[in-house]
């Protein structure tokens, strides 16, 4: 089935400079990169992003992570589309907990834990096409993909935005 799924290069990621060897690895599954940007993650974003997390005891720290309060105040954002692309990038990322990840997958090789017990995986990916739909309209406009996912209206927009000098 042909699928789109939302992966984050985390902000351990980009300190560690390993985003070239992330997107190396997911080069293998010869999906399509099909959106791409850098993005400064606010509190409310990293809350909405984990929001089924909410109340375990790492949630703070967690938001944290993400936020780029440990490492740099970044993560790279990406949408990749083609055949089974959900489990094909779950698959090369490895397990939540990277002391358990397949040491031949992202999380394995790069990722680890914390002292307050937080894993610093290095990666996001979307693990089911309903977490896909939420995360992708979460993190990206309709024109900021090149392959349009999900259904978009035309809606006239009369907010100042920031253009140009
Ligand atoms: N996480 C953690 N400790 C846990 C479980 C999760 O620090 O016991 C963090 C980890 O960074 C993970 C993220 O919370 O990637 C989201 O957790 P989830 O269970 O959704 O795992 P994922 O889908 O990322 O494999
Ligand atoms: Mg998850």
Redesign the pocket.
Known sequence: MIQQTLVLIKPDGLKKSLTGNVLTRLSETKLDIVAAKIVKVSKELAAEH?RE?KGKP?FDD?LK?LMGEYHKKKVMALVYYGEDAIDKVRKICGA?NPEEADAVSIRGAYGRITTK?????VI?AS?NMTEAEREIKLWFQPDEIIEKPYPTKTQKATLEKRVWA
Request: hydrophobic letters at 40%.
């Open positions: 984990y997390l790492f967690l992570y939540t017990g937080v894993y610093e995986n996001h693990a």
